[in-house]
């Protein structure tokens, strides 16, 4: 029970100042959530834990902080979907690009439709940039976390 907690936690406190996403820590985090048997999108708020600290007081250091979160959930995924191409058969690689690509684009219009929804209530700029930016960076973060779930280890797979 404790388990994933600890390794969540280890996420969040392996985060250089910078609030970059680490994603080793990450991948760790999602192994033992699957051994565990528990949900790894824990580990994806874990990994933002730093740019929420500040959100209220410095929202423009929150909105940078999940910009780069963003950033580095697409190289992650990027490099996960390199490693799947060279070494899953082709009809995985195929079903893994497809799983992300529609992942990605059903999480990000429920972001669109949160920023629309924002301007409708007239929120400040800010906070809607805020609210837009932490959402695409945990849509990443979650298409990343899922690639890892269902596809564990492509190193293995017979091609």
């Given at each position: 029970m404790f388990k994933p907690l600890i390794a969540a936690l280890a996420v969040g406190l392996a985060a250089p100042a910078s609030a970059e996403v680490d994603l080793?820590?990450?991948?760790?985090?999602?192994?033992?959530?699957?051994?565990?048997?528990?949900?790894p999108n824990l580990c994806v708020?874990?990994?933002?834990?730093?740019?929420?600290?500040?959100?209220?007081?410095?929202?423009?250091?929150?909105?940078?902080?999940?910009?780069?979160?963003?950033?580095?959930?697409?190289?992650?995924?990027?490099?996960?979907?390199?490693?799947?191409?060279?070494?899953?058969?082709?009809?995985?690689?195929?079903?893994?690009?497809?799983?992300?690509?529609?992942?990605?684009?059903?999480?990000l219009t429920q972001c669109d439709r949160l920023e629309e929804l924002g301007q409708l209530q007239e929120a400040e700029a800010e906070t809607i940039l805020?609210?837009?930016?932490?959402?695409?960076?945990t849509a990443s973060g979650l298409a990343y976390t899922r690639l890892l779930w269902r596809l564990p280890n492509p190193d293995t797979q017979d091609k």
């Open positions: 080793t820590a990450v991948t760790a985090c999602i192994d033992s959530a699957r051994t565990d048997g528990t949900n708020d874990t990994a933002h834990q730093d740019c929420l600290v500040d959100s209220a007081e410095a929202p423009a250091a929150a909105t940078l902080c999940f910009t780069k979160a963003r950033e580095a959930w697409s190289q992650g995924i990027a490099a996960r979907m390199e490693t799947i191409r060279a070494n899953a058969p082709e009809k995985l690689a195929a079903l893994a690009g497809i799983e992300v690509k529609y992942d990605l684009i059903s999480s805020l609210q837009k930016t932490r959402c695409t960076a």
